[in-house]
């Protein structure tokens, strides 16, 4: 497994273990289309995002864009590159399931 692939992999555990009130994709890139990130997520309504990538590796032009994006649509983007990143996201989905948005 890649570094990167490592990494997903424990994003994707923090993830399934708030289901099924969170909701996830991982879109698969084909070139086509708009871009996104790894990581689409709706979490009890709060909308997120992640982009994982292998350790001290920053995202690309393209891919900041994006989260640029995602920021001014008043979305949450993680880019996540290790322990430290999951942790903090963990911290941030304990802080969320006290704010359930109601429609």
């Known amino acids: 497994m890649t570094p990167e692939g490592i990494v997903k992999e424990s994003i994707k555990e923090i993830l ?40 001290k590796k920053r995202p690309t032009a393209r891919q900041e864009g994006t989260r640029d994006d995602m920021i001014a649509a008043g979305g949450v983007v993680f880019v996540i590159d290790g322990e430290d990143g999951c942790i903090l996201l963990d911290l941030w989905l304990t802080e969320m399931s006290k704010k359930r948005i109601s429609i």
């Open 16 to 55: 399934d273990l708030r289901k099924p009130d969170l909701y996830y994709d991982m879109p698969v890139p084909s070139g086509y289309g708009k871009p996104t990130l790894d990581f689409i997520c709706c979490y009890l309504g709060h909308y997120f995002a992640i982009e994982a990538k292998r350790r």
